[in-house]
């Protein structure tokens, strides 16, 4: 059985205690952002990712250093990992939420998602395939946005856990439809096989949809935990 702990928060409203937190290259990247928002979202996630992992391993939050080389092109903003440790880790952000799951003995991913975005036609056929397009027209016109983003937020977790995100095409796996418990029914892609796909739909709030993937062969058990207050049953 592998342990799964997610941790939520809301964007930080000050970020004048955190900023010493970071390193010179997320500095870099933090004040980059042209948006406040971005801004406390991204300075949230490393915050609460280094929080959290501290505590896990028992060094001080100063201590704990991300490597987040892209594959793609060297640069600070592929997936973060802690070198030399047994703890894999998946930040994710949206609107009023930041999230970071972690793992010991299998990669993760995690992936929330405003409910209140446009899931447009170009967007439904750009994430998912004929099957799933058909289990999808078969609900009822207001269960459909929501099925949506459960398949958006489960079929970005799976590819997040990859390390490659939406460099995989999002069609090339079948999951399981909205109202089942998320499962991996079939693959394309080499990496990605059902017996080694775990997965489990999240519970961030009202208003959000969140899911989060551990590629593994064993059982997962997820828990799910707030840093500072819970949002109240409007999601505020
Ligand atoms: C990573 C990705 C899935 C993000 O999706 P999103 O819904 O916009 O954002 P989320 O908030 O869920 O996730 C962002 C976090 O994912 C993590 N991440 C970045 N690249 C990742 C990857 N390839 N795999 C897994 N996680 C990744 C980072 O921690 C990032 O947060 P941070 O940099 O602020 O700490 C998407 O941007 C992607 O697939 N990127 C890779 C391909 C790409 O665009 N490359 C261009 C640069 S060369």
């Known amino acids: 059985m592998i342990d799964c702990v997610v941790w939520w928060a809301r964007p930080v409203a000050d970020p004048g205690e955190y900023l010493a937190l970071l390193t010179p290259v997320e500095r870099e990247r933090y004040e980059a952002y042209r948006q406040d928002a971005d801004r406390r979202r991204f300075l949230t996630g490393r915050t609460l990712a280094r929080t959290v992992a501290a505590e896990r391993l028992g060094v001080d939050p100063g201590d704990v250093e991300f490597d987040a080389t892209c594959t793609d092109c060297d640069k600070q903003h592929g997936p973060p990992r802690i070198p030399g440790v047994d703890l894999a880790l998946s930040i994710s952000h949206a609107g009023e939420r ?49 099925g949506f983003f459960r398949y958006w937020t489960r079929k970005e977790a799976v590819m997040k856990a990859t390390g490659r995100g939406l460099r995989i095409p999002l069609q090339s796996i079948t999951l399981s439809p909205p109202g089942e418990p998320a499962r991996l029914i079939a693959s394309d892609h080499p990496e990605l096989t059902p017996e080694g796909t775990r997965m489990a739909d999240l519970d961030p709030g009202a208003g959000y949809r969140a899911a989060v993937a551990v590629l593994t062969m064993e059982e997962i058990e997820v828990t799910e935990r707030w840093w500072g207050p819970m949002p109240d049953s409007h999601g505020q």
């Open 98 to 146: 930041v999230g970071v799951a972690l793992t010991a003995g299998a990669p993760v991913g995690l992936d929330v998602e405003a409910a209140s975005r446009r899931a447009d036609d170009g967007l439904l056929r750009y994430a998912l395939n004929d099957t799933e397009l058909a289990a999808l027209d078969r609900l009822s016109a207001p269960e459909r946005t929501d």
